[in-house]
């Protein structure tokens, strides 16, 4: 059962744009959720991480929005850069302690940023 | 301080053959989990070790096993390979605070090729 879901599966856009990226999840014990960048042959690097009791993060170009109440999160990239063309996921965790540090990842987003 | 490394990068086996990846935290980290990341299922919990024991396990057959010695690397054990084994075989390191979803770092992963 997919417990973390992701959209769009794909997005195209131009450089200097924005990029945005939704993840719902079903599961109201989860209180960690961390955005991840693959690139091809690599494993995934943390991007950005948030908490249930904060609503937005920011870090440099990347912003995490938290909703408790609809259980969404997304990730926005702003002035997009033809670098930043990677797979993105979204993960989940947390919930009984023996299960707290297990990720749920959401099924990723392919974006391309066109130059 | 270097990240987590993996080995091997590559592996090809035949069917019915056993393998056994490593991998080594981050210094100071306690926990390791590994993950399974396939095109149809993307990427899948396996399980996580902290202090030498299994701490939760993911829904795998008992055909994935793992352990972790006492300098906190780990092993993944894949027995009577099938052909639907074939992924990359990711690899997280935390420092695994007790009671609390912690950031997960990951290696670059382990390209299984069940032939």
């Excluded at chain 1, 702003?78 to 990720?103: E, H, R, V, W």
């Excluded at chain 2, 939760?56 to 639907?84: A, C």
Aim: proline residues 5%; contains cysteine; positive net charge.
């Amino acid at each position: 059962q997919q417990q973390v879901k992701q959209s769009p599966q794909s997005l195209i856009v131009q450089k200097g744009g924005i990029s945005i990226i939704n993840c719902a999840y079903e599961n109201t014990a989860f209180d960690y959720f961390p955005w991840y960048q693959q690139f091809p042959g690599k494993g995934p690097a943390l991007l950005i991480a948030i908490r249930p009791d904060v609503s937005e993060k920011k870090e440099g170009r990347f912003t995490i929005s938290f909703n408790k109440s609809a259980k969404q999160f997304s990730l926005h990239i702003m002035d997009s850069q033809p670098g930043d063309s990677a797979t993105y996921f979204c993960a989940a965790s947390g919930g009984i302690k023996a299960a707290g540090n297990k990720l749920t990842f959401g099924g990723g987003t392919r974006v391309l940023v066109k130059p | 301080k270097a990240g987590v490394t993996q080995t091997p990068r590559y592996l090809i086996k035949t069917r019915g053959q056993q393998v056994t990846l490593s991998c080594s935290p981050i210094s100071g980290h306690r926990s390791v989990s590994w993950y399974q990341q396939t095109p149809g299922q993307g990427l899948q919990f396996l399980f996580e070790y902290f202090s030498e024991t299994q701490r939760n396990k993911g829904n795998f057959p008992g055909r994935f096993s793992g352990r972790q010695f006492s300098n906190s690397r780990s092993e993944m054990n894949v027995s009577t390979l099938e052909l639907g084994d074939s992924a990359l075989y990711l690899c997280a390191s935390s420092t695994r605070l007790a009671g609390v979803s912690d950031t997960q770092y990951f290696g670059p992963g382990t390209r299984l090729t069940v032939l």
